[in-house]
């Protein structure tokens, strides 16, 4: 009876709090930290780079970064493989990670996007996974080891990766 209960009790709060039960797990994915380490606040302010030609051009070519963070922040190096069929599962990051395919082919899929439609990245390409509540899962769906590079920074001391629940969109 004791037993029936206790199944019935972690039925009910499955149920009431299905993120916490329907989050999906890599697989297939070694993520491994290359070079870690802590930085101080950033204050880069952004001094647009305008290429010395006609006016025309320049309006169309400037380029702006700009990096501001108050408090101390985790730089991290990541190296990610994933097997043929494997799959990040759904995550999220506390900050900004710039990406680039160093060998092979990954597919993203993004939460919010009702349509699931992929984005496709080869040897060479590069992306942006923007912080927050941008859910997505990376995988491989070709039949080669494919391969990345990750620079993240994130708060001091947060979690590096946050998993997510199955945002329900896309059925593979």
Known sequence: MCLVLFNA????TALHNPENVRATPAVGFTATTVFSGRLGEIDVPGKPIIPDSSEDDRRAKVWLSQQKIA??????????VWQPGGSTGWHTHPGNSLIIVAAGTVTEYIGPDL????????????????HGDHAHI?????NAVARTIA???IPAGAVRRIDVADPGNCHF
């Open 9 to 12: 009790a972690i039925m009910v």
């Open 151 to 153: 620079v993240q920074l």
């Open 138 to 142: 990376i995988r491989n769906e070709g």
């Open 115 to 130: 349509d699931c439609k992929p984005h496709v990245y080869t040897r060479g390409m590069t992306f942006v996974d923007p």
């Open 71 to 80: 408090g101390p922040s985790d730089l991290y190096v990541q190296s990610n």
